[in-house]
């Protein structure tokens, strides 16, 4: 197969070289409702043509490989007193897997403990082009599914205005679940 990225013959769908050269994590942080740190990984404008492939076929192959460089190199650096659940923002599987699912997975470290199926939207309304109004008035409706850890990390692939982060927030919190960061590839507003 070819490299997506420089068209090189490659054993991956994106060769080592252009992982090395073009996929080094850079984070960058901002807060939902006031205080909850929401860190990303890559600038938008360096990864938009990958986060299209969400719902295609290759996009497992190509989240696998955001994953393991983003949100695995963090786990294995992170280092927190408690262990602490990991959820995935509606990780149910669509195109055949679930993005959410494949960057949460990458997050299992002695102190992180992925959990799917925990956090699942009621109402399917597409967010993408929408103004804050808009997703305000059309709210994703998490039903939650209990767990034991009280501490959590939310996990989503895109933060762009920070609704769906902090309605997921507000439902933990109402379960007496506390976040105490949440990690996304990239920032919409980080182009």
Known sequence: MRCMMCERFSLSHICSACQESLLTPVLHKRTVMGSVPVYSFFPYHEIEPLLLTKHTDVGYYIYSILAKRSLGAFATQ????????????????????????????????????????????????????????????????????????????????IVTTGTTLSEATEVLHANGKKVILCLTLTDAQNR
């Not at 470290?109 to 992925?114: A, D, F, Q, R, Y």
């Not at 799917?116 to 082009?129: C, N, P, S, V």
């Not at 767990?147 to 939310?154: D, P």
């Open 78 to 157: 992170w280092e927190y007193k408690n262990t602490v659940a990991s959820i995935g923002i509606d990780d149910h599987a669509t195109s055949g897997y679930s993005h959410t699912a494949v960057l949460n997975r990458a997050l299992k470290s002695h102190n992180i403990l992925p959990h799917y199926g925990k956090l699942r939207a009621t109402q399917h309304y597409k967010y993408a082009g929408k103004s804050v109004e808009e997703r305000l008035m059309n709210p994703r409706q998490f039903a939650y599914t209990p767990f034991a850890e009280h501490e959590v990390i939310l996990v989503d692939d």
